[in-house]
């Protein structure tokens, strides 16, 4: 592959993850009536796969601070998405589950991304399997390199 080319696709790289970035920070209604940040609804989503998990579990799933869980499950107790509780032998450690509008906003997001996927699948399925290895490839290169080159860069 010549250079120029190269570049182009590193532009567009680019792109996808300004596009990528900009979606996380936009909330979106899920169906419920208000809209919801990327941090809320995929707390929400990790509460209904992983059932009974406790704060700190839900974190390292997360790969965020316990306070962070606090803060999210704060805000969605407030919307009426989320409730909590103790177990009967333990009333020391909360638990959160999704209220039934909590759940119709899971069920919201994941139609979200059905929609979103729907082209890029079509797309995915058209390719010949040479094809998708190829980009399988290409993208494991850019995530261990992508994690490599932002472990390296300095803070400001």
């Known amino acids: ?20 970035n900009a979606e996380k920070k936009t909330p979106w209604d899920y169906g419920i009536g208000f809209s919801l940040y990327h941090s809320e609804v995929h707390l929400l989503d990790t509460i209904a796969v992983h059932a ?56 919201g997001h994941h139609k979200h991304h059905t929609r979103l996927n729907a082209g890029i699948f079509a797309y995915f399925e058209s390719l010949t399997r040479k094809e998708g290895q190829v980009i399988i490839k290409f993208l494991d290169v850019l ?14």
């Not at 261990?144 to 472990?151: F, L």
């Open 1 to 20: 592959m010549d250079r120029q080319l190269a570049l182009v696709l590193a532009e567009k790289i680019n792109k996808v993850i300004t596009v990528l």
């Open 52 to 107: 009974g998990e406790n704060p700190s579990a839900l974190a390292a799933r997360l790969g965020i601070t316990k306070g962070a869980i606090t803060q999210v499950v704060k805000k969605l107790t407030e919307k009426e998405l989320v409730e909590s509780y103790h177990l009967p032998d333990n009333q020391k450690e909360l638990y959160f589950r999704l209220t039934p509008l909590g759940k119709k906003a899971v069920r």
């Open 143 to 156: 995530l261990i390199n992508g994690a490599k080159a932002w472990q390296n860069i300095p803070a400001l």
